[in-house]
């Protein structure tokens, strides 16, 4: 039987990829989950797939950046199972397109799910896991929440907002027993780049000056994907994390994330300036 047998685990954004591979994983575990999305019937079918008697696994369609849509998730957790062993923070999505010309509502938009929702359910569900003295909050950051890229800054700069979150929050529910971690996803397989072009094509409608250069830089992205791990490279290290008795402060997946990383640290700004620098194809 596996530690997380009977483990209450709520998982942002399963509908697809990361957090869809994760409810996966989870599950063959036995864990008891407790999925939410948008998309209602993509979790209908993903909790029926994953327990067909519907015992352990829940689905609660929600969209994370509405008060009461998250409050109910709470509520109708607690009802059902009594209590959250873990909050997986995974919803999230890509606003692309140059600084100058990205409107402040998409902006705030993509602050709204990606730090804004976070905070708020993470503020819901610590309540919880502090007066039971145990529990884990997983929020899934990115490599982009330590290197920030030209022409994706804006959600590049709500991974490093999500970085910073973190890390204050790890230490201040470290005395409650209570373990925050930080994943940091490289290139991952899944709909976030289809989802992400789509996004920038309706909030950008013409990259004017910068066009050249996001034609290039989205080349250089489809290149760059070539290396991307799987949706379940992801999954096994929230496992990881969430079996470890004392887990890391941060994860990277796959290798490549740890090398941008490691070249991160490593390089001075002007050497890393230089190789994120804008750039257009010759011939
Ligand atoms: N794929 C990558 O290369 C990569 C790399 C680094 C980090 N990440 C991070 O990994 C996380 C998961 O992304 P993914 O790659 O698995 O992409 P994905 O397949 O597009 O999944 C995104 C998930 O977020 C949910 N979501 C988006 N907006 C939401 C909202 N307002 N309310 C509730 N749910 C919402 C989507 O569900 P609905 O549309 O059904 O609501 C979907 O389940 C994100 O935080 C992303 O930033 C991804």
Redo the contacts with the bound molecule.
Sequence with gaps: MSALSGKVIMI?????????ATARRLAQAGATLVL????AD??EALARELDPSRERVMQVP????VAAEREALVAITLKRFGRIDALIN?????QRGPLELVPMDALRRNY???VF?VVALSQKVAPHLRAQGHGRIIN?????GRIARPLTAV?DST?HALEGITDGLRAELAPFGVQVVMI??????????D?AQANAAETVADFGPYAPYVENAQNDQTKLRSW?GT?DN?ARVVEKALLARRPGAHYAVPMHARLFLFARWLLPRRVLDFVLRLKVRKG
């Design positions: 942002t954004g399963a509908s697809s990829g990361i957090g869809e939410t999305a948008r998309r993509r979790l929600a969209d994370v950046t995974n919803a999230g999505y890509g709204e799910v990606n929702a899934i950051g990115s490599v982009a959600y991974k940091r996803p490289g290139f991952i397989s899944t709909e976030f780049a989802a991307a949706p992801v």
